[in-house]
């Protein structure tokens, strides 16, 4: 279970690659881009890492839904594991595990909720059948069987119209997007004899510093 890297442009990757403002941005979208063109599975999949109370790490692979200088975006109820944790650790990291292009971007940094009119209007966007679900699904919750979650599902449907309704759906209140600000974003392509290129940027003092990191 060894993979040889190096087959997708090594030595591609250097501190000069990253530019702009802030000067992650431009190059993490590119590679996305080409991760979306490459047709690899859920390119916008990431690995998010939180804290608990207890300063035990969780990870989970969830679905980012913006991107932009601020940082990046996803959605979850705010009652799961990893919103209760993000409310007494508010910090987080998010890796992008873009295996097929041997690559992946790493961010991380203070995590904050994105406003209520961010949500509602990412809201409007996912299919009714997604809404209804994360109305019905108290995250992270024990459920007896997949028969009562179908149960409180179908529940759910009923009193909001139907799946194949048209009244609009109204976003929970406990529910609605994070954003990890990062300072510090750090992209990695596969070399060959493990000669992997590393680079780091890190926000200091409001500026970005630019490096390259020993594999």
């Excluded at 802030?22 to 881009?33: K, S, T």
């Excluded at 992946?104 to 961010?118: K, N």
């Amino acid at each position: 279970m060894r993979v040889s890297y190096g087959g997708s442009g090594t030595g591609g990757l250097t501190p000069d690659s990253l530019s702009g403002e802030p000067v992650w941005l431009d190059l993490f979208e590119r590679w996305l881009a080409e991760g979306v063109s490459a047709q690899i599975p859920e390119p916008n999949a990431m690995v998010v890492a939180t804290v608990d109370a207890e300063g035990v790490p969780a990870t989970r692979t969830v679905l980012c839904k913006g991107v932009d200088a601020r940082g990046i975006v996803f959605y979850t109820n705010h009652d799961s594991d990893k919103g209760r944790a993000i409310a007494t650790h508010p910090v987080a990291s998010a890796t992008f595990p873009w295996v097929a292009m041997e690559r992946q971007v790493h961010f991380r940094g203070p995590v904050t909720q994105v406003s209520r009119e961010e949500t509602r209007a990412y809201w409007t966007t996912r299919p009714r059948g997604s809404q209804l679900g994360a109305i019905a699904s108290e995250q992270s919750r024990p459920i007896a069987s997949r028969a009562a979650l179908e149960e409180q599902a179908a529940d759910v449907a009923r009193r909001a119209g139907g799946v194949d309704g048209d009244a609009p759906i109204d976003v929970p209140d406990n529910w609605g997007g994070y954003l990890i600000a990062p300072t510090v974003v750090e992209f990695w392509q596969g070399g060959a004899n493990r000669l992997h290129d590393r680079v780091r940027a890190s926000l200091v003092d409001g500026r970005w510093d630019v490096a390259r990191l020993q594999p």
